[in-house]
């Protein structure tokens, strides 16, 4: 939870704004992109999921069962494929089944970075996903970002 707090202080005080995307929603479930920090041609992004109580998603190691998150950039306008920092998550144990999970919940912040072309104005990201109650779901959703060709 500190770690939480720590990221969402750097990336809102490395700018004094940030440009987002358009919210996913499922179930009341949010995804969405933003913008914490741009210079020149790299990027400094959060990719934000704010999930309703009881629902989850998965780190980039899950455990014995899910699937994390995978970002993929829609067209050829960057340099490097998307670096994700993922923070640490909630281990879950089932003991009615006998797996154990590592998920987060509630809200989580996957800090991204990319290296863009310099002329890049539009960024749009697909993002795959599990989504976690009683059952998975799959997902996918395409968020788009609109860039200024300013530093922030």
């Known amino acids: 939870m500190k770690l939480l707090h720590f990221l969402l202080i750097y990336f809102f005080t490395t700018s004094g704004f ?23 041609d790299k990027l400094k992004l959060g990719l934000e999921f704010n999930l309703v109580r009881g629902w989850k998603i998965y780190w980039k190691h899950p ?3 899910g699937l994390p998150p995978e970002i993929n950039v829609i067209g050829e306008n960057i340099k490097s494929t998307p670096t994700v920092r ?17 998920v987060y919940y509630d809200n989580v ?5 990319i290296n ?24 996918n959703t395409t968020l ?8 922030y």
């Open 86 to 102: 993922w923070p640490l998550p909630d281990e879950l144990y089932e003991e009615d089944i006998g797996l154990t999970s590592r």
């Open 63 to 65: 455990g014995d069962s």
């Open 18 to 40: 940030s440009i987002e995307s358009d919210a996913y929603d499922f179930e009341g479930n949010k995804v969405r992109l933003f913008l914490a920090e741009k210079k020149g």
């Open 144 to 151: 788009n970002l609109r860039l200024k060709n300013e530093n």
């Open 116 to 139: 863009i072309n310099k002329y890049t104005k539009n960024l749009l990201l697909n993002v795959d996903f599990q989504i976690c109650k009683e059952i998975c779901i799959p997902l």
């Open 109 to 113: 912040i996957l800090p991204v970075d």
